[in-house]
């Protein structure tokens, strides 16, 4: 069956540092990825998608990359601010189908 | 967009009870989901949440545990019955706007059995 997988250990880096998340995937061919963010006691809030055909996106501080050969993605936040520090979680999905969930990599960004 | 508000945010049940947990949303969608979200793991889809009919189940979700409803476009509700602690866990309700774009979610159920 299909998995994704994320960092599964927590990511603590020093303020201004950029950050890097890894999503992989196996036994799936996803057309979309997405990238949410989860604080503790909210729902995830999106952040940016990337489509199968895109090698890059970026949004501001962030960038997301899709490498169908390597079957992953990279979720990068350049110049981190404490206000960065959350759970981030990785979607993958086809087209009509169901969203599949990583755990979510926990990232803290120290002062 | 869309803004969710679900309800009630936490709560603590006795086993055997059951819990109604309700999503309202802002505006009219036509694609609802209800997913589970336990301690240390990825949201898992219980079902879509479908108007007017009964809702599309997952494998290893059944009506009868979950039972849902979806009376219009914006309202749905999802029923954890004769629950026991294996069902502690935050219940979320999302929906999509346009398939396959982002999801919005509310803010989550963190229901405890006890």
């Known amino acids: 069956s299909q998995k994704i997988e994320q960092n599964s250990e927590a990511l603590n880096i020093q303020e201004g540092k950029t950050a890097t998340l890894t999503c992989n995937y196996t036994n799936y061919s996803p057309a979309y990825l997405q990238w949410y963010r989860q604080d503790p006691g909210r729902g995830p809030v999106f952040l940016l998608l990337i489509r199968e055909n895109e090698k890059e996106k970026r949004k501001e501080r962030l960038k997301v990359t899709f490498d169908t050969t390597l079957k992953q993605s990279l979720f990068h936040i350049t110049a981190s601010q404490p206000a960065d520090s959350a759970t981030y979680l990785c979607a993958a999905s086809n087209t009509g189908n169901q969203f599949y969930f990583g755990t979510g990599t926990s990232l803290t960004v120290i002062p | 967009s869309a803004v969710i508000s679900q309800k009630p945010s936490r709560d603590i049940c006795q086993r055997g009870t059951s819990l109604t947990i309700q999503c309202q949303v802002d505006?009219?969608?036509?694609?609802m989901f209800w997913y589970r979200q336990q301690p240390g793991q990825s949201l898992t889809l219980i079902a879509t949440a479908n108007q007017g009919s009964e809702a599309t189940y997952e494998s290893g979700f059944v009506i009868d545990k979950f039972p849902i409803s979806r009376p219009n476009l914006t309202f749905s509700t999802l029923t954890v019955s004769n629950m026991s602690p294996e069902d502690s866990s935050i219940y979320l309700c999302?929906?999509?706007?346009?398939?396959?774009?982002?999801?919005?979610f509310g803010q989550g159920t963190r229901l405890t059995v006890v």
């Open positions: 999302s929906v999509e706007v346009i398939w396959n774009t982002e999801a919005f």
């Open positions: 505006s009219q969608v036509t694609m």
